[in-house]
């Protein structure tokens, strides 16, 4: 197996700090909350917030930077992301907390997207779909690393001290990616006509269905995962941050499974195993009524919830690489979207119907997002006589 180009890795980090940024708050909710004097659901606007911009922003910048270089683009989002982190540290309550996190988090609508878009240029077509899973595992490491050690920094030093790690990291990205990326990576910007074409192509506005539904299943639970242990379970800081380290060890595994033989399964199945896996997590939710037994409960969510979104990445590359820009970008958009609309379903389930509910809302969407998975691999195979992947 050819090895895959050098110049992937500081994409990889760079999504490990987006990831480990966004993961911040989830991973610092208790904390935030209590530092700040509000809720849960009312820290869970943190999310949300965050996530609607990213979702609005993803398509946006995708056509505003579309002519520009990916060295630059890449490294100043890294230097935006860094700055704002910054400022959130220093923001003394939630209504100038707020509209900083959400300024934030527009690297993310801008750097994971570009990155993935970028990659055709920079490595042979027989290597792409390995490429894009491999890039992608720098959220799982995230999840590894970042999450579960913000749970146990922003439980012992605060939450105030993550954010400043997570704008050191973003200044390390930065200079690696402007050091690592060659000039004149610039991906052709996709036409009117092929932003029509994307719209128009039934199986990409499919998978980008999937991505939205299984974000709104996830974040229904994964949003308040740090109240609802210590509600439920009466986990300590310790304890979350193991869960989680726990959670990314089982994340990042899939992940590497998934980008290891991706082109062994073919991207429709493997996008179909990862979504089933995390539905099975949903439905035991309930079982999980000590901190052994949910680490057992959560194995399947985490296998699945990383690799599946690499595994989904490549499925609209493969479907329309000519389209891959936009259909990318619109990815990344209905990842947050999920995200805005799970966090949000999620804070009115525990104000109205208490955390108990999370679990079998989630189960829901994922449902949901398998038959729309199933729809999708049919419209692929009815528009194309051999599409990638199959």
């Known amino acids: 197996m050819t090895a895959l180009p050098r110049v992937l890795w500081p994409l990889l980090f760079g999504n490990f700090v987006i990831g480990t940024g966004v993961m911040a708050v989830p991973g610092t909710l ?34 505003f930077v579309a002519g520009w270089d990916r060295r630059r683009l890449l490294a100043y989002s890294m230097v935006w992301f860094a700055v704002f982190h910054l400022a959130c540290a220093a923001a003394p309550d939630f209504g100038t907390l707020l509209p900083l ?11 994971t997207p570009q990155a993935a878009a970028c990659i055709g240029l920079l490595v042979p077509p027989q290597q792409r779909g390995r490429a894009v899973t491999f890039v992608f595992l720098g959220w799982s490491v995230a999840s590894v690393l970042g999450m579960p050690l913000a749970a146990l920094v922003g439980g012992t030093f605060g939450w105030r001290t993550v954010f400043a790690c997570v704008a050191v990291l973003a200044a390390i990205a ?12 610039k991906p052709p910007a996709l ?38 242990m210590r509600q439920r379970l009466g986990a300590s800081a310790a304890e979350l941050s193991a869960i989680f380290l726990w959670y990314g060890v089982f994340g990042f595994l899939g992940n590497v499974l998934v980008s290891r ?43 699945g ?42 804070g009115w389930l525990i104000t109205h119907m208490g955390m108990g509910a999370l679990g079998w809302a989630a189960a829901a969407w994922i449902a949901l997002a398998m038959i729309a998975s199933a729809m999708a691999t049919r419209a692929a195979f009815a528009s194309a006589p051999s599409p990638a992947g199959a």
């Open 101 to 111: 996190r959400v300024l934030a988090l527009l690297p993310p609508a801008v750097f």
């Open 191 to 228: 036409s009117l006509a092929s932003w029509k074409q994307t719209f128009r192509s039934r199986p990409l506005m499919l998978c980008v269905l999937v991505t939205v539904l299984c974000g709104a299943g996830q974040f229904t639970v994964f949003a308040y995962f740090a109240p609802y």
């Open 174 to 185: 930065a200079a690696w990616v402007w050091r690592a990326m060659p000039d004149g990576v």
């Open 30 to 63: 208790n904390e935030i909350g209590e530092s700040l004097a509000i809720t849960p659901a009312a820290a869970g606007q943190l999310i949300s917030a965050g996530a609607i911009l990213m979702c609005i922003g993803a398509p946006l910048c995708a056509a």
């Open 261 to 303: 033989y991706i082109e062994r399964w073919g991207v429709h199945r493997a996008v179909m195993v990862t979504t089933g896996l995390m539905g099975v997590s949903m439905l035991l939710l309930p079982l999980g009524t000590s901190i052994v037994l949910m680490a057992v409960v959560i194995v399947p969510w985490a296998l």
């Open 305 to 346: 919830c990383f690799s599946m979104n690499s595994a989904q990445q490549a499925r609209l590359i493969g479907i329309a690489p000519s389209l891959a820009a936009g259909s990318v970008a619109l990815n990344t958009s209905a990842i947050y979207a999920g995200q805005a609309i799970g966090a949000g379903g999620g």
